[in-house]
C-alpha cells in the first residue's frame, strides 16, 4: 500500500510537469496547427535560466531570500526568459512559413530544436546543473511535508503539484474568460474566418506562444527543483510533453492536462509494477501510444478532424 | 535565382576543395620503414568526450594531459602536439572510428591516448592495432579489453591502460561491502550503457557468491528523474550501488533515498567521483586513483597544475590522463633514442610496455602487469562521503 | 521565316511550320533562351543533357577521386558521403516523393545494420554469404518499413510524424535494452566484411587504413539504387507517388490506391536504408544503437531539403555539400576557411548589385582592423590568442582574439551576434548595410573564438541553422521544385 502511494505521488509529481509541458504544445497546435519540434528545448533553457537566477540569488546554501521567495523568482525569470524566447522563435522561424506547405514549419521547427539543443552545449557546456536545495534549513523541502499512511510527500513535491495547478487554472481562466482567449479559441476553429472577423492573428499568435513558452518554462523550474538538468534533456522531455499532449488530444487544453496526468501515472506504475518495468517503461508507453493513435488519434478529450474539401 | 545557385554551387565546390587540399596529410608517408624523424612536431591525440554529457571528464583529462605535455615533452627534447579528439558520448562509440581512421593516417601521429570510454576502445582498437599504434586510455575500465570474459576478448595486444579494470574494481568494491559494510541486501542499478553494465554484472557476481541477496535493475541512459526505482528500493537494503558516469545522478538518487525514508547509502563507481556534484554524507564511492592531494610527493606538480588552470580543483579522472601521458612520451623518446633520432609505430608500441615510472603521480611505482596491458598491483580505493563532503579513504 | 505577328499563321511553304501551328508559340523556346543570353545558352545546353551522361560524369569523377586522394581518412570520408547519397536517395523517396514526413527513417538504416551483423557475426556464429545476407536485409528492411506504413491508413501529416518519431525511440530503447539478442549498448561486434564467402572476404583495412575497395562497392550500390530508383520514379508508379503528394484526397478521388502507393513508399525508402545499414555494418565492423538516433536523422534531413526533396540529383548533390562539410568543420584551420568563403558567398547572393557587396565587404574589413588595432591599443592581451590553419597571418590582424576570456563573453557575444543578425533580417536598405558591418564582425568573433573551440556542437548548429534558413529562404532547396499545397 506504501508503494503505491508512492507510485501515485510519483505519477502526480510527473504528470504535473507533463501537463505544462503538453500546454504549450496542445496550444500552439490549436492556434498553427503546428507540431513545435523546439518546445522540449525552450523548456531546457528555462532549466537553465532558473539556475542562472538561482545562483544570482546567492545560491542553494546562502540565499539572499526567502525560500517562498526564491523559487518564485526563479519560476518567474524562467518564464519571461523562455516567453521571450519562444515569441524570437515564432517570429524567425515560422512567421515566414505560415502560409507555406505543412512540412516546411516542421522542419524548420527541427532545425530550431537542433539550433538551441547544441547553442547551450556550446555556450554552457554539458555538466550537469543541480539546483541542489536539499540541504536548505536542513533539508526543509525535501524531508518535510504532508503524511498520508506511513508514506511523507515531501514539501517539494507539493509545490510542484499545486504550482502546476495554479498555473493551469490561470491558464484556463486567460483562454476561457478573456477577449485574447477567445480570440485565441477563433483562430484554432479556423484561421481565415477569424481574420475575416477582424481577430489580429499576429497578435493572437504571439500570445500563444507566449503562454506556451511560459508554461514551459515553469515546468522547467519544476522539473529542475528536484534533479539536475543538463542540456540534451530537451529531446526527451519534449518528445513526453507531446505524447502527452497527444494522448489528451491535441489542440484540446483539457486533453493536455488529462494526459500528461495520464503520462504521468502510466509511466510511474509501469515502472513499479510491470516486471522489468524500469527497463522497458518506454517501450510499453511508446507502444500504448501508437495503439491509441491507431485507434483513436484524435486521443481522449481530442476533436476529430474534418477535413473539407 | 539560377545564376544564384551556380555562383553558390561554384563557390561551394572551390572551398570544399580548397579546404580539404589545404593541410591534408600526406598519409603516403605512414609506413616509412625509417620512421618519423623525432625532431620534427610529433602529434599526440587524445580520443575523449570533450562535448556531450561526460564532457567534464574530457575536459579534465585534456587539461591533465596538457600539463604533462608542457611539462615533459620539453625534458625528453621532444616536440609534441596535444589534439583532443571529441566522442560524445550521445553519439555512442560511432565517432571514434573517424577519429581512428583519421590518426592512422596522419604520419606524424605515433601513439593516441585514449579512447577513454570502453565502447569507443571496442570500436576503434582493430584499427588502432592493424596500424599498430598504441593507444593508452587513462579510464576505459571494461574487463574484456585486456582480459579475456568468457572466451571473447574485445581489446588487442595495442590497447593499454594505466588504471586497473572492473574485473579488479568489481570484486573490491564488492568484498568492501561484504567484509567492513557487512551488507545482507544490494540493490544494483546499471545505467544501460557499457561501463555500468560491466562493472554492476561484476559485483553481482561476486555478491551472489558470498550469499548476499541481490536485486537488480536497469535505467534507460536518459533517466533523470529516479523516484520509481527508489521506491522499490527495500527498507531493509543495505547499500545501493550506482555506478553511474554522472555524478549529479548518484547525488540526486541519494538524496531522493532519504526523502524516501530509505536507510541504504548509494555506493557510486568511478564514474561518479566528482565531489562538487556527488556529495552526499554517507555515501561511498570507489576510485582507481587515491586523492593526490594527499600524496606529498605530487605536491609540487598539482601546484603547477593549478597554476595553468586557475579555479579548477583536482578532480579524480585527470591525473592517470597525466600518468598515461607521461607514458607515451617516455615510449616515444625511448623508441627514438634506439633508432637514432627516428621512431615508427611499431618501435613505440614494443617500448611502451618497457616503461615504468619511479614518482608515478598515482602513489608508489609504476611498472605493467607480465600478463595483461594493465598495470602491475593496481587496486582500487574507497571513500565514503563525509559530513562536510569530503572524501575519506576507507578502503 | 520571319518573326510573324502573333495571331498569323502560315499555311504554305515547305519550309513553314505546319497547319495549324501558330509560329510565335513554336518559336517561345527560342526566344526564351536568346533572352537569357550566352549564359542563357550555355543553361539549356546544360538541360539538354541526359540524365544519365550526369551520373556517369558524376560516377567517373568520383571513382577517379581515391588517384588524387590517397589518404585513408578523406578517402573514408568520401564512403560516408557515398552512405549518406545513398541514405538521402531513400529519404527522397518517403519525403520527396511520396511527401510523407518520416521521422524514423535512421530506424531502418539501424534495421540493416543490425540484421546483417547478426547474420554474418560470431554473435549468433551465422556467417551467411553477402549476398543471401543482402537479400535478408533487404527484405526485412522493406517489411519493417512496411509495418510502420501501417499507420498511415489512419493517420495523416502531423500524426503520422510523431508515430514514426516514437518508432525510432522505440528502435532505440529495443536496441539498448534487449541485451542478449542485439547486445545492447555493447552492440555487436566484429561484424564480417562483404565477400565472396568465406576464405575472399574483402578486407576493410590494410595495416588500419581504409581500404578503397569498398569506396568502389558503395559506388557500384549507389549507381543501381540510382538507376533502379529513376526507373521506378519514371513509371506508373512515380506518377501515382506525386499525385499522393500533391493532393492526397484528389488523388483518391482520381481511384489511386493512396494507402497502398504509401506503404509501398515506406517500404521502399526502408529498403535503401536497411541496404545502407548493411553496407556500414560490414565496413565499420560493429554496430552501436547510438550511432542511429536523432542526429543522423537531423543530418539526413538536411540533406534532402538543402538539394531538393522530390528532386534525385538534388539530394544527392545536398549529401555531397553536406557530409564533407561536417567533416571539414571538425578541424579548426578548414572551418575558418568554410566561415570567410561562407560569408562572401552568401553576401554575393543576398545582393542584387555588386557595389553593395564590395562596399560592405571593404567596409567591414576596414572596421575589422580599426577594432583590433584599438584593443591591442588598450591591452595586449586582448589580441593575443593563438590561430592555427587556414587564414591564420589574417585572422591574427583582423579578429579580436583573446587569450584568456572572461566567461560571460561566450554566451553574451553569441546571443549578441544572433540578436543583431535578426535586427538586420527585420531592417531594409541602408539602415540594413550599415549595420550589417558590425554584425560580419561581430560574426567573425564569435565563430572564432566561441565555435571553433568546441566544434562538436558547432557543427551541428550549422545544420540546424541551414535548415531553418533553408525552409524559410527557399524551401525547395537547390534543385527541387517550389510546391504549394492546397489546403
New interface residues.
Given amino acids: 500500500m506504501q508503494n503505491f502511494i508512492q507510485y501515485t505521488v510519483d505519477g502526480l509529481t510527473l504528470g504535473s510537469v507533463y501537463a505544462l509541458i503538453a500546454l504549450g504544445y496542445t496550444l500552439v497546435?490549436g492556434v498553427l496547427?503546428l507540431?513545435n519540434f523546439a518546445h522540449g528545448d525552450v523548456f531546457m533553457v528555462g532549466t537553465f535560466v532558473g539556475y542562472g537566477v538561482l545562483q544570482e540569488l546567492g545560491g542553494p546554501m546562502n540565499p539572499k531570500v526567502p525560500i517562498w521567495l526564491l523559487i518564485t523568482l526563479v519560476t518567474l525569470a524562467s518564464m519571461a526568459v523562455t516567453a521571450g524566447l519562444g515569441v524570437?522563435i515564432e517570429r524567425?522561424?515560422y512567421r515566414?512559413?505560415r502560409d507555406?506547405?505543412?512540412?516546411?514549419?516542421?522542419?524548420?521547427a527541427?532545425?530550431?530544436?537542433?539550433?538551441?539543443s547544441?547553442?547551450m552545449?556550446?555556450?554552457?557546456g554539458a555538466t550537469p546543473r543541480n539546483y541542489d536545495l536539499f540541504e536548505y534549513h536542513g533539508g526543509s523541502l525535501y524531508l518535510r511535508g504532508l503524511h498520508i499512511a506511513g508514506v511523507t510527500v515531501p514539501l517539494l513535491r507539493i509545490i510542484t503539484i499545486v504550482a502546476a495547478f495554479v498555473l493551469m487554472v490561470i491558464l484556463w481562466f486567460l483562454v476561457n474568460k478573456t477577449r485574447t482567449g477567445k480570440a485565441m479559441r477563433a483562430t484554432s476553429y479556423d484561421r481565415e474566418a477569424a481574420a475575416m472577423m477582424g481577430i489580429d492573428i499576429d497578435r493572437v499568435i504571439v500570445f500563444t506562444f507566449i503562454l506556451g513558452s511560459a508554461l514551459a518554462g515553469a515546468a522547467g523550474v519544476m522539473f529542475a527543483l528536484r534533479v539536475p538538468t543538463n542540456v540534451s534533456i530537451g529531446?526527451i522531455a519534449g518528445?513526453k510533453g507531446?505524447?502527452a499532449a497527444?494522448v489528451g488530444g491535441i489542440g484540446s487544453i483539457p486533453g493536455a492536462m488529462l494526459g500528461g496526468l495520464v503520462l504521468g501515472f502510466a509511466e510511474s506504475y509501469v515502472q513499479g509494477y510491470v516486471p522489468n518495468g524500469t527497463?522497458?517503461s518506454?517501450?510499453y508507453v511508446?507502444?500504448g501510444?501508437?495503439l491509441l493513435?491507431?485507434f483513436r488519434?484524435q486521443g481522449l478529450l481530442g476533436r476529430p478532424?474534418i477535413?473539407k474539401? | 535565382m539560377?545564376?544564384?545557385?551556380g555562383?553558390?554551387?561554384a563557390?561551394?565546390a572551390?572551398?570544399?576543395v580548397?579546404?580539404?587540399a589545404?593541410?591534408?596529410?600526406?598519409?603516403?608517408a605512414?609506413?616509412t620503414a625509417k620512421g618519423y624523424n623525432c625532431s620534427k612536431t610529433i602529434t599526440l591525440p587524445f580520443v575523449t568526450p570533450?562535448?556531450?554529457g561526460a564532457g567534464f571528464l574530457g575536459a579534465e583529462q585534456l587539461s591533465w594531459a596538457k600539463y604533462a605535455v608542457k611539462t615533459i615533452a620539453p625534458q625528453l627534447h621532444l616536440k609534441v602536439k596535444l589534439v583532443g579528439g571529441?566522442t560524445?558520448v550521445?553519439?555512442?562509440?560511432?565517432p571514434a572510428?573517424?577519429l581512428?581512421?583519421?590518426y592512422?593516417?596522419?604520419a606524424s601521429v605515433l601513439a593516441v591516448l585514449g579512447p577513454s570510454t570502453s565502447?569507443a576502445v571496442?570500436?576503434s582498437t582493430?584499427?588502432?592495432?592493424?596500424?599498430?599504434?598504441a593507444h593508452i586510455s587513462p579510464s576505459a575500465t571494461r574487463t574484456d579489453l585486456t582480459k579475456s570474459v568468457g572466451g571473447?576478448l574485445?581489446g588487442t595486444p595495442a590497447f593499454f591502460r594505466d588504471v586497473p579494470g572492473d574485473y579488479i574494481q568489481g570484486p573490491s568494491d564488492a568484498n568492501f561491502m561484504i567484509n567492513s559494510l557487512h551488507v545482507k541486501k544490494v540493490v544494483i542499478l546499471d545505467f544501460?550503457?557499457?561501463y555500468s553494465?560491466g562493472l554492476a554484472g561484476a559485483v553481482d557476481s561476486v555478491l551472489k557468491a558470498h550469499g548476499v541477496s541481490t536485486i537488480r535493475l536497469?535505467a534507460?541512459?536518459t533517466t533523470t528523474d529516479y523516484s520509481a526505482y527508489v521506491t522499490k528500493v527495500p527498507s531493509d537494503a543495505d547499500i545501493v550501488f550506482f555506478p553511474t558516469q554522472k555524478p549529479g545522478d548518484a547525488q540526486t538518487f541519494a538524496q531522493q533515498l532519504i526523502e524516501q525514508g530509505k536507510k541504504a547509502h548509494v555506493f557510486g563507481g568511478d564514474g561518479s567521483n566528482d565531489s562538487s556534484q556527488f556529495k552526499q554524507p554517507g555515501s561511498y564511492v570507489s576510485n582507481f586513483a587515491p586523492d593526490i592531494t594527499g600524496i606529498p610527493a605530487d605536491a609540487k606538480l598539482i601546484a603547477g597544475w593549478k597554476k595553468a588552470n586557475p579555479g579548477k580543483s583536482v578532480g579524480s579522472f585527470g591525473p592517470p590522463s597525466y600518468g598515461a601521458a607521461q607514458i607515451v612520451m617516455t615510449a616515444i623518446a625511448r623508441a627514438c633514442h634506439a633508432g637514432h633520432g627516428h621512431a615508427t609505430r611499431t618501435a613505440v608500441l614494443h617500448s611502451i610496455k618497457k616503461v615504468s615510472i619511479k614518482n608515478w603521480i598515482l602513489g608508489g611505482s609504476f611498472k605493467w602487469s607480465t600478463k595483461s596491458n594493465d598495470p602491475l598491483n593496481a587496486k582500487f580505493y574507497i571513500f565514503q562521503i563525509q559530513s562536510d563532503g569530503s572524501y575519506k579513504l576507507v578502503g | 521565316m520571319s518573326d510573324s505577328t502573333p495571331h498569323g499563321f502560315h499555311s504554305t511553304g515547305a519550309e513553314g511550320p505546319a497547319v495549324g501551328q501558330d509560329e510565335w508559340v513554336a518559336r517561345h523556346a527560342e526566344r526564351r533562351i536568346m533572352q537569357g543570353g550566352p549564359?542563357g545558352k550555355v543553361?539549356d545546353r546544360v538541360r539538354a543533357v541526359p540524365w544519365w551522361a550526369w551520373l556517369i560524369l558524376f560516377v567517373g569523377l568520383f571513382c577517379l577521386f581515391p588517384l588524387v586522394?590517397?589518404?585513408?581518412?578523406?578517402r573514408?570520408?568520401a564512403f560516408?558521403t557515398v552512405l549518406y547519397m545513398l541514405l538521402a536517395l531513400g529519404l527522397n523517396i518517403v519525403?520527396g516523393w511520396g511527401?510523407l514526413?518520416d521521422l524514423g527513417y535512421v530506424a531502418f538504416y539501424g534495421i540493416g545494420a543490425y540484421v546483417y551483423a547478426l547474420l554474418d557475426s560470431?554473435h549468433y556464429h551465422h556467417h551467411f554469404p553477402t549476398i543471401v545476407s543482402i537479400v535478408i536485409v533487404v527484405i526485412v528492411g522493406a517489411l519493417a518499413g512496411f509495418l510502420l506504413g501501417l499507420?498511415s491508413w489512419?493517420?495523416?501529416?502531423?500524426?503520422l510524424?510523431?508515430?514514426t518519431?516514437?518508432?525510432l525511440?522505440?528502435f532505440q530503447?529495443?536496441t539498448?535494452?534487449w541485451q542478449h539478442v542485439t547486445g545492447?549498448?555493447?552492440?555487436i561486434?566484429n561484424v564480417d566484411p562483404f565477400g565472396l564467402d568465406k576464405h575472399h572476404q574483402l578486407a576493410t583495412?590494410?595495416?588500419?587504413?581504409?581500404a578503397v575497395s569498398y569506396l568502389y562497392v558503395a559506388l557500384g550500390i549507389f549507381v543501381l539504387v540510382y538507376v533502379a530508383l529513376r526507373m521506378v520514379n519514371n513509371s506508373r508508379t512515380g506518377r501515382a507517388w506525386r499525385s499522393l503528394r500533391e493532393d492526397p484526397?484528389a488523388a483518391e478521388a482520381m481511384g489511386m490506391p493512396v494507402n497502398w502507393l504509401k506503404l509501398l513508399s515506406f517500404a521502399s525508402g526502408a529498403a535503401v536504408a536497411a541496404l545502407t545499414g548493411s553496407l556500414y555494418a560490414a565496413l565499420?565492423?560493429?554496430v552501436?544503437?547510438?550511432?542511429f538516433?536523432?542526429?543522423t536523422l537531423?543530418t539526413i534531413?538536411t540533406m534532402v531539403?538543402l538539394g531538393g526533396s522530390g528532386n534525385q540529383a538534388g539530394v544527392v548533390?545536398g549529401a555531397l555539400?553536406v557530409s564533407?562539410?561536417l567533416e571539414?568543420l571538425?578541424?579548426s584551420?578548414?572551418s575558418r576557411?568554410?566561415f570567410f568563403?561562407?560569408l562572401?558567398?552568401g553576401l554575393?547572393?543576398f545582393s542584387r548589385r555588386s557595389p553593395r557587396i564590395a562596399i560592405v565587404a571593404a567596409a567591414t574589413l576596414v572596421f575589422g582592423f580599426v577594432v583590433h588595432a584599438i584593443c591591442s591599443a588598450i591591452n595586449g592581451s586582448w589580441v593575443a590568442g593563438e590561430h592555427h590553419?587556414?587564414f591564420a597571418g589574417f585572422v591574427d590582424h583582423w579578429v579580436v582574439a583573446p587569450d584568456q576570456m572572461a566567461r560571460w563573453i561566450?554566451?553574451a557575444s553569441?546571443v549578441g551576434v544572433i540578436c543583431i543578425a535578426?535586427v538586420v533580417?527585420l531592417l531594409s536598405g541602408w539602415k540594413r548595410l550599415a549595420l550589417l558591418v558590425p554584425t560580419l564582425y561581430l560574426a567573425a568573433f564569435v565563430w572564432e573564438n566561441?565555435?571553433l573551440s568546441?566544434?562538436?556542437?558547432?557543427r551541428?548548429?550549422v545544420?540546424?541553422?541551414?535548415?531553418?534558413v533553408l525552409?524559410?529562404l527557399r524551401?525547395n532547396g537547390?534543385?527541387g521544385e517550389r510546391?504549394?499545397?492546397i489546403?
Fill in positions: 497546435y496547427k507540431l524570437v524567425f522561424a515566414p512559413l507555406a506547405p505543412r512540412i516546411a514549419p516542421l522542419i524548420s527541427l532545425g530550431v530544436s537542433f539550433f538551441l547544441n547553442s552545449q556550446l555556450l554552457f529531446f518528445l507531446f505524447i497527444v527497463q522497458w518506454d517501450l511508446f507502444s501510444l501508437v493513435m491507431i488519434h478532424d477535413r474539401v | 539560377k545564376k544564384a545557385i555562383l553558390a554551387l563557390i561551394l572551390t572551398a570544399i580548397a579546404a580539404s589545404q593541410g591534408a596529410p600526406k598519409a603516403s605512414v609506413a570533450i562535448t556531450g571529441d560524445p550521445e553519439q555512442g562509440p560511432a572510428q573517424t581512428a581512421q583519421k592512422v593516417g596522419t565502447g571496442a570500436a582493430k584499427t588502432y592495432y592493424a596500424a599498430h599504434i571473447t574485445e544501460q550503457e557499457p553494465l536497469s534507460p541512459n | 549564359l543553361e586522394e590517397t589518404g585513408g581518412y578523406v573514408e570520408v560516408n519525403v511527401g514526413l560470431p499507420p489512419r493517420l495523416t501529416g502531423d500524426y510524424a510523431i508515430v518519431l516514437f518508432f525511440q522505440l530503447t529495443v539498448t535494452n545492447g549498448p555493447f552492440g561486434l583495412q590494410h595495416n588500419g587504413v581504409f484526397l565499420y565492423g560493429n552501436f544503437p547510438l550511432t538516433y536523432f542526429v537531423i534531413y531539403i548533390l555539400i564533407p562539410l571539414v571538425r578541424d584551420g578548414k576557411i568554410m568563403v561562407a562572401v558567398a554575393a547572393l590553419g587556414g561566450a554566451p553569441y535578426l533580417a566561441v565555435m568546441k566544434p562538436e556542437p558547432a551541428y548548429i545544420l540546424g541553422v541551414i535548415l531553418i525552409m524559410i524551401p537547390l534543385l510546391r504549394v499545397e489546403v
